[in-house]
């Protein structure tokens, strides 16, 4: 993100204070940083947390418009090659890598540990996708809702099987807004803010979460409109509120904790439609969002 913290300094603090958890960046795209410096970070990261580190490598990101990067300049290959850099360095061996985009001449940690960091691939549309089923250990969808998971998890299976690649170890993941508050209006207005950023204005999203063609066109003609309610927090008045509580119920976990078993519910929906993770964002309060999914909502899915 364009105000974030550094997520390997702050990650590594994570580390070396906790035993179990898995930790990672959520996503770092080559076009922000070179694949050997990502390698080297996540890498060190690793070693501090003895083997517990994980990432999710994507092409977008915002930090690369505001360095006039062109983050769309072949994005499925700059992604492919990031991986792979990744997976070779993590085997200690000597490494030359001569991709399309990114060259190492040579490069050999003798200090990393022998098992390497779980690498995703952040995923959505059928090309990227299809590369992270080649050497990737799983795909990181976003804001994919119930009503579309289930096409893109078969897309993944069949890509899996093409690959002669194990099902059952890859794992499939959508990263899901979770607004969850002790109010269900005060969790409504949370999360009517972020709409912009659900991935709304893609057609196959609206489709299947039943926007009419109408209320679509509403919604792309009103983005500047929604991006200064994410920016500033004043609603648009030219898109009702009723067209907005619908979108974000449909594509967001939103709920209050007196009725958590319907927010549970929801992820084991997510369940039978072939994902085997999820992973939850959280808003506001977030130590307050932490300590509840922790104490209540793992419990419950054990």
Not at 138 to 146: A, E, R
Not at 154 to 169: F, H, M, P, T, Y
Request: glycine share 6%; net charge positive; aromatic share 6%.
């Amino acid at each position: 993100m364009l105000d974030s913290k550094d997520a390997f300094v702050n990650l590594s603090l994570l580390a070396a204070n906790t035993e179990k958890i898995e930790l990672g960046p959520i996503a770092i795209s080559p076009y922000e940083l070179h694949p050997l410096i990502m390698t080297v970070s996540l890498m060190t990261l690793n070693e501090i947390s003895k083997g517990r580190a994980v990432i999710v490598v994507g092409a977008g990101g915002a930090l690369a418009g505001n360095i006039s990067v062109d983050s769309n300049d072949r994005p499925v290959t700059s992604t492919r090659e990031c991986v792979e850099i990744i997976k070779q360095i993590s085997t200690r061996k000597k490494v030359t890598f001569n991709g399309k985009i990114f060259k190492i001449r040579s490069f050999k940690s003798n200090w990393a540990p022998n098992s390497g960091p779980v690498v995703y691939v952040g995923a959505n549309k059928s090309n990227m996708l299809n590369m992270a089923c080649e050497s990737s250990d799983g795909v990181m969808m976003t804001d994919i809702p119930l009503e579309y998971v289930n096409r893109i998890v078969r897309q993944v299976k069949d890509e899996l099987v093409a690959n002669g690649r194990n099902i059952s170890s890859f794992r499939i993941n959508n990263f899901y807004a979770w607004h969850v508050k002790d109010n269900y209006e005060d969790a409504l207005k949370e999360a009517r803010r972020y709409t912009l950023v659900r991935g709304i204005g893609r057609p196959e999203i609206a489709k299947a979460i039943g926007l009419s063609n109408e209320e679509f066109d509403l919604i792309k003609r009103n983005t500047q409109s929604l991006f200064r309610f994410l920016r500033e927090g004043i609603p648009p008045k030219e898109i009702p509120e009723e067209i907005l509580n619908r979108i974000i119920e449909k594509i967001t976990i939103v709920g209050q904790v007196s009725e958590l078993h319907e927010c549970i519910e929801k992820v084991y929906q997510f369940k039978r439609n072939g994902l085997n993770e999820i992973a939850l964002r959280v808003y506001g309060d977030a130590v307050s969002s932490i300590k509840l999914i922790g104490e209540k909502v793992v419990p419950m899915l054990q």
